[in-house]
């Protein structure tokens, strides 16, 4: 084959003849072309040399110098001929007859997970290889999937390396790709990245092939990056039901937004279950729904704007003339006030304001203070109107938080799912500023106290009021886990009141270690309150939303008789009981409580996850739906006076905490692979077996090197 920069003897006529014209671009024709003496047919890109500039004309050289590294790659376009002369580029490649990967899907009239898998696994494989080679593709996307064969689904090519680069040991600077796909760490400006890059795109196209639609959405560019960079994607039960867990968790691992944990394509195929499940298995999954979304998506035009390739630094080779690049996006964001748009540009940028907090705002007096920040209310200087600020200091931010993120990758976090939270019982996001000395996240201000405050004020405590307390929350928490966020720290310290004059106006706040469960039981982070934390973070096993439900029922235990139903001076026996579900009614302190509250308590404090009461189950409870007359007549008063003399004790109890090892370091996370609860192949009671082996494993190791540390 001849060196890209050495055009060879022969005349691209003397062997090929163009054919049929497949595609039309800025700079050339796609042709099918035959090859004189084999007749073999291929791909050829016949570029006017006139139209490129010279950076474009480097950067035909260097894509096919690329493609001629690799043309021993499996699963991709490979290049099979170069022809360079004055006026006219001819770069020869493999024909994939079979066109486009979801044009075919659409025209499909049956697809199963095993089809989506089997596209999966090729594609899997080509980023393998070429992430060897240290190679960035930095635009995967669905119409860079061809298939090479009419006669077979499963036969991926990847291409269009346009983009293509190899990553030095700095990593990589420019930002192009296509807006819709992109990694999160591409839309922050100013961050250096590697080949994890297509990961995070392998993660949204694996999305759309088992879905059919992609994972990030949103009618404005502002809004789509927003989304990008706060992982803000959940599986909708209409389209995935049919889907297996692991599935979803594989995507959930490939769609992280910190690249060092993001799975990798080698761990994906040495570890992922889903793609060691039977053929047989998968077979039975229907994904006809997803074909429709497939068939809409392919329709869409009005998404075209987000699937289009842009550099952000200079202008890419084959686009249209109607295709902007990222400068120009930039220029149709819609206007928002200047309030939104520093908390918008947080999550799209390393960005910081013309304008700093001191500007707008007026600090008055210190509210609360922990280890990370402090909390201060602040008056906006025009408006005259007073709001509560988080303030990070930025040394702090050197230090790894709970998470395992940086604090400043979880203050983002923390702002992403706010911002994506809007309802009436939950704190909202006002402002924020990024500085060089300190971070500050503005939120409305809630000056009543939390609900020990409004119970031990109130005259009389009736088991309406519990009732009505009871609603707001759970309201709260199933809105909360329809948008697929879990809290993970709820306590009625963080049941804010708006006023001390205003009883109904409560809402949950504290979102420090809120995050999104894209799938079922797949969280590990060790994090909680002692006396509300759930049974299954205690033993370590991958959780979801459910371990909220456990803490509205240690809530609720508390609003109905004043008492946690777990309590320990030892922390260990404190665990033991929690993991145990250790509790009961003690008859003082239930005596005036009605049976209907406790059933609904009984149907929370469940160890297994999987038998516990949702947010939506309650709701629909007798006990919540009781008259208010009957609830009233039930007098609590004993509950009141048993907080009033408690309300220290029980503030102290219910400091956050997380779980450290003798050596002070963190409790190690579960990598990505390893969150799948097991082979979906295994027999059901060698699994129950070895799941009852392992988490006996764990619970031991639990009792022996945990400790508490306050945050």
């Known amino acids: 084959m001849t060196s890209p920069d050495a055009p060879k003897i022969f005349k691209f006529e003397d062997q090929y003849s163009l054919q049929q014209r497949i595609a039309k671009g800025s700079f050339g024709i796609v042709y099918v072309s035959k090859h004189k003496e084999t007749g073999e047919e291929y791909a050829v890109k016949v570029i006017d040399r006139e139209k ?139 961050c250096r990245y590697d080949e994890q890059v297509d990961m995070w795109s392998v993660g949204c196209l694996l999305y759309m092939l088992l879905g059919g639609y992609p994972p990030f959405q949103d009618k404005t560019h502002r809004g789509l990056f927003r989304k990008i960079r706060g992982a803000d994607y959940c599986f909708h039960e209409a389209y995935w039901k049919n889907v297996s867990i692991s599935a979803k968790q594989l995507i959930s691992s490939l769609l992280t937004t910190d690249p060092k944990y993001r799975c990798t394509a080698d761990m994906a195929l040495r570890k992922s279950n889903w793609l060691k499940i039977r053929d047989k298995k998968l077979q039975d999954n229907d994904l006809s729904t997803s074909l429709g979304e497939i068939r809409k998506f392919q329709a869409r035009q009005s998404l075209k704007g987000a699937m289009h390739a842009v550099r ?85 931010q050197q230090r790894k938080s709970v998470t395992g993120k940086s604090l400043e990758e979880s203050v983002l976090h923390e702002l992403a799912v706010l911002k994506a939270l809007k309802h009436k019982y939950i704190i909202d996001i006002v402002d924020f500023f990024d500085e060089d000395d300190y971070v500050y996240l503005i939120m409305e201000l809630m000056t009543g106290g939390d609900v020990f405050d409004r119970i031990t004020s109130l005259q009389k405590y009736t088991e309406k009021d519990a009732r009505d307390l009871a609603k707001i929350l759970l309201e709260a928490v199933s809105y909360m886990h329809g948008e697929s966020i879990a809290h993970r720290d709820l306590k009625p310290q963080n049941l804010l009141l708006k006023s001390k004059d205003d009883h109904a106006s409560i809402k949950i706040a504290d979102f420090g270690f809120a995050c999104r469960v894209h799938t079922a039981q797949s969280l590990t982070t060790r994090c909680g309150t002692p006396s509300y934390v759930a049974p299954e973070i205690l033993k370590n096993i991958p959780y979801d939303q459910t371990a909220d439900m456990w803490s509205v029922g240690v809530i609720l235990f508390i609003l109905l008789c004043g008492n946690p139903p777990f309590a320990d001076n030892d922390q260990k026996v404190l665990f033991q009981k929690i993991r145990m579900g250790e509790w009961m009614f003690n008859e003082n302190d239930w005596k005036d409580v009605s049976e209907d509250a406790k059933d609904l308590i009984r149907n929370l404090l469940v160890v297994n996850p999987l038998r516990r009461w949702t947010a939506k189950e309650c709701l629909r409870s007798k006990w919540l739906n009781e008259g208010d007359e009957q609830l009233s007549a039930k007098d609590l008063s004993q509950t009141a006076q048993v907080m009033r003399q408690r309300k220290l004790r029980l503030r102290h109890v219910a400091q956050t905490i997380i779980w450290m090892n003798q050596r002070g370091q963190s409790a190690r996370q579960l990598e990505p692979m390893e969150e799948v609860m097991g082979s979906e192949e295994e027999d059901p009671e060698a699994e129950a077996a070895r799941e009852m082996a392992a988490r006996e494993e764990i619970l031991a190791r639990s009792e022996s090197d945990v400790e508490m540390a306050i945050v």
Request: hydrophobic share 40%; with cysteine.
């Open 52 to 190: 490129l500039t010279s950076k474009d004309n480097d950067g035909v050289i260097r894509e096919v110098t690329i493609l001629k590294d690799c043309t021993d790659v499996l699963h991709i376009v490979r290049l099979v001929d170069f022809f360079s002369s004055p006026n006219i580029f001819y770069v020869v490649q493999v024909y994939a007859q079979g066109g486009d990967v979801f044009d075919r899907l659409a025209n499909r009239t049956s697809y199963t997970e095993k089809d989506a898998r089997d596209l999966a696994m090729h594609l899997l494989e080509a980023m393998q290889t070429l992430h060897s080679r240290r190679l960035a593709h930095r635009d995967l996307k669905p119409e860079n999937l061809l298939l090479h064969s009419m006669l077979d689904d499963a036969s991926i090519l990847v291409a269009d390396f346009g983009f293509a680069a190899y990553v030095p040991d700095e990593g990589l600077k420019t930002r192009c790709g296509t807006p819709a796909f992109v990694a999160p760490e591409v839309v922050v400006q100013n």
């Open 312 to 396: 952000w630094s200079i202008r890419s080779r084959f686009k249209s003339a109607s295709e902007a690049d990222f400068a120009d996006q930039m220029k149709t964001w819609d206007k928002d006030d200047e309030a939104q748009q520093r908390v918008d540009n947080a999550l799209l940028t390393k960005y910081r304001p013309t304008l700093r907090f001191s500007d707008v705002y007026l600090l008055k007096k210190k509210l609360h203070a922990s280890q990370s920040a402090e909390v201060w209310e602040c008056v906006h200087k025009k408006r005259n109107e007073a709001f509560a600020v988080k303030v990070i200091e930025r040394k702090k």
